[in-house]
């Protein structure tokens, strides 16, 4: 990954979560190149230690960085308001706060009713939510209960991914 040019960085809380956002990468209209996955802080306080320890400086010496906090909200939606004030105010609209409102095993038990999660392997649910956000379709999966209160901030992030992180489909 080159530091200088447009780039995510994704951390995830834990291993379901890193699950999800390989899955993302391996869909064929992800740039891969554009889009790493950090290894798991273990926690969502850690994400946010690790963020502020590691990250913010990094963000600041390379202005073309983004990150995605990959966390579960364990069914509140105060912890994501919490993850955003912990961000300093000039990274604010370089970093995305996103997450299953449980747990992300939870999504596993919804494949009946998404035929394109496939088996309901996490791998598979992330190729899923890439192939809906390159199709600017929001209402997919990520409209289920479990995701939809991402809404917001998944419509912040395609604007100012989709130019560098998807691939063009339908290239004549």
Known sequence: MNNYQSHVLVLPEDDAN?????????????????????PIANGWGK???LFKKNQVSEMRKFPKRMMVLLIDFDGTGERGSYVKSQIPEDLQDRVFILGVLSDPEDLKRIKKKFESIGTGKLEQIGETLANDCSNNNTNGLWGHDLLKHNKTELARMILSVKPFL??????E
Do not use: C, D, T, Y
């Not at 699950?19 to 950090?38: D, M, R, T, W, Y």
């Open 47 to 49: 994400v946010v230690a």
């Open 166 to 171: 998807f691939n063009k489909v339908n290239e």
């Open 18 to 38: 890193r699950q999800i956002a390989n899955g993302f990468i391996l869909n064929s209209n992800v740039n891969e190149p554009a889009i790493q996955v950090l």
